[in-house]
């Protein structure tokens, strides 16, 4: 069964930083895509990062340069690091697996996730 789990959400003021981990079990993880995602309350879920199965990574604009994403793949374990947190990057953070092994562009993967987290929580303060 597989099963994700994140970890390292917390609150932080704003240009704070955060690392994001996600844990992958019962899956095969080295050759999927995996992404990071977000949903403020009243929003919508968006994708924020993705990285493929060979490293690529894709951004959203809104975090472009003040996040990255990276994978440890002999771990199963996806990461987060936020820098420079704003406000408006609070919000619930889920990490999902994509069937493919391929990001597209604005922090998504190429298809629909798969396998969804139960989220962690990043409140960012002024």
């Known amino acids: 069964q597989t099963q994700l789990a994140e970890s390292g959400g917390g609150s932080v003021q704003a240009g704070g930083s955060l690392r994001l981990t996600c844990s992958a079990s019962?899956?095969?993880?080295?050759?999927?895509?995996m992404g990071w995602f977000r949903q403020a309350p009243g929003k919508e879920r968006e994708g924020v990062a993705s990285?493929?199965?060979?490293?690529?990574?894709s951004y959203a604009d809104s975090v472009n340069g003040r996040f990255t994403i990276s994978r440890d793949n002999a771990k199963g374990i996806l990461y987060l690091q936020m820098n420079r947190l704003k406000p408006e990057d609070t919000a619930m953070y889920y990490c999902?697996?994509?069937?493919?092994?391929?990001?597209?562009?604005?922090?998504?993967?190429?298809?629909?996730?798969?396998?969804w987290g139960q989220g962690t929580q990043v409140s960012v303060s002024t």
């Open positions: 019962g899956y095969v993880y080295s050759r999927k895509c």
């Open positions: 990285i493929g199965s060979d490293g690529t990574a």
């Open positions: 999902a697996t994509d069937p493919g092994g391929v990001p597209s562009s604005g922090g998504y993967c190429s298809h629909a996730p798969e396998y």
